[in-house]
Nanobody, 124 residues
Framework: QVHLVESGGGKVQPGDSLRLSCVGSRGTLRDWAIGWFRQAPGKEHEGVSCINSDETAYYADSVKGRFTVARDNARNAVYLEMNSLNSEDTATYYC??????????????????WGQGTQVTVSS
C-alpha cells in the first residue's frame, strides 16, 4: 500500500504562489494516477487536479489556468504548482492514489480515507 505525505503549504498573500508536494513511500507512484483534493473550512472535500501515469492531467474549473500538476517519478513525487492564489483557495490540501483520472473523476471521485494534508491559507 503506497503511503503519501503532503507538504509545502503555508500562509501567503493573494496573488502569491505555492508548490505543494506529494511524496510516496512503501511503493512507487509511477503506475498510479494521483489526485489532489482540498477541503475548505465548513465545506466538503473537492477535487482540484489529477494526473495519470501517462501524465495526462485534469483540473477543476476553479483552478484551470492557475494550477499545474506534474510528476517526478525519479523522486516518487507529484507536485501541484499553484499561482495567482486567492482567498477561495484557502483549504487543507490532500493527495491520494487513484486508478485513473478523467474530467468526470475530478468532479466525482473521493478517496475512502485522507492523509494529514497540508494547510494553505491565502490572506492579506
Amino acid at each position: 500500500q503506497v503511503h503519501l505525505v503532503e507538504s509545502g503549504g503555508g500562509k501567503v498573500q493573494p496573488g502569491d504562489s505555492l508548490r505543494l508536494s506529494c511524496v510516496g513511500s512503501r511503493g512507487t507512484l509511477r503506475d498510479w494516477a494521483i489526485g489532489w483534493f482540498r477541503q475548505a473550512p465548513g465545506k466538503e472535500h473537492e477535487g482540484v487536479s489529477c494526473i495519470n501515469s501517462d501524465e495526462t492531467a485534469y483540473y477543476a474549473d476553479s483552478v484551470k489556468g492557475r494550477f499545474t500538476v506534474a510528476r517526478d517519478n525519479a523522486r516518487n513525487a507529484v507536485y501541484l504548482e499553484m499561482n495567482s492564489l486567492n482567498s477561495e483557495d484557502t483549504a487543507t490540501y490532500y493527495c491520494a492514489v487513484q486508478a485513473f483520472c478523467t474530467d468526470r473523476t475530478i468532479r466525482s471521485y473521493k478517496p475512502d480515507s485522507w492523509g494529514q494534508g497540508t494547510q494553505v491559507t491565502v490572506s492579506s
